[in-house]
Nanobody, 115 residues
Framework: QVQLVESGGGLVQPGGSLRLSCAASLSIFSIYAMGWYRQAPGKQRELVARIGSGGSTDYVDSVKGRFTITRDNAKKTVYLQMNSLKPEDTAVYYC?????????WGQGTQVTVSS
């Protein structure tokens, strides 16, 4: 059974930083595209950042220059470094893994940006 386990969420003041981690129990982690999504109350889930199997990255415009997605294939883990956090970044953040024919989701971790 595939599991994606997120960690690193919490409460942070505006301008602060957090680093989210997602550990995956995928047998061949390196072939999966990995992504971070978020869902704020009353809003649809949106893609925040993704990293392909080859390391290419994409970001939603609102986080460009502030967030960085990386992956460690040896540890089967994907990270989201979030800097200069804003109140509008408050959401539940979800990790995802995808390859042709399969997609998996984590349970989510809460990020709250508030003074």
């Amino acid at each position: 059974q595939v599991q994606l386990v997120e960690s690193g969420g919490g409460l942070v003041q505006p301008g602060g930083s957090l680093r989210l981690s997602c550990a995956a129990s995928l047998s061949i982690f390196s072939i999966y595209a990995m992504g971070w999504y978020r869902q704020a109350p009353g809003k649809q889930r949106e893609l925040v950042a993704r990293i392909g199997s080859g390391g290419s990255t994409d970001y939603v415009d609102s986080v460009k220059g502030r967030f960085t997605i990386t992956r460690d294939n040896a540890k089967k883990t994907v990270y989201l470094q979030m800097n200069s956090l804003k109140p509008e970044d408050t959401a539940v953040y979800y990790c995802s893994a995808g390859v042709v024919g399969s997609a998996y989701w984590g349970q989510g971790t809460q990020v709250t940006v508030s003074s």
